[in-house]
């Protein structure tokens, strides 16, 4: 999972994911809400991604072996 966080650098924030500058924003309130977003859509993309729903039926129907 990505890792977000902001620095200060001047009068500007630099929004952060795994210690790579992505973002430069004025106000801290807004880069706050941009991690808040950023994480909601990772998190909704996983979800999207591994279904919980499993097929309780095998596709293919097997024949039982004929035993000797």
């Not at 890792?3 to 004025?26: P, R």
């Not at 809400?33 to 095998?58: F, G, R, W």
């Amino acid at each position: 999972m990505t890792s977000y966080s902001m620095v200060k650098v001047g009068n500007d924030y630099v929004v952060q994911a795994n210690d790579k500058c992505i973002l430069k924003v004025g106000s801290r309130r807004r880069a706050a809400q941009l991690i808040s977003d950023a994480t909601d859509l990772l998190n909704a993309l996983a979800v999207v991604k591994s279904p919980n729903t499993v097929p309780e039926t095998p596709s293919l129907a097997r024949e039982a072996p004929e035993l000797p």
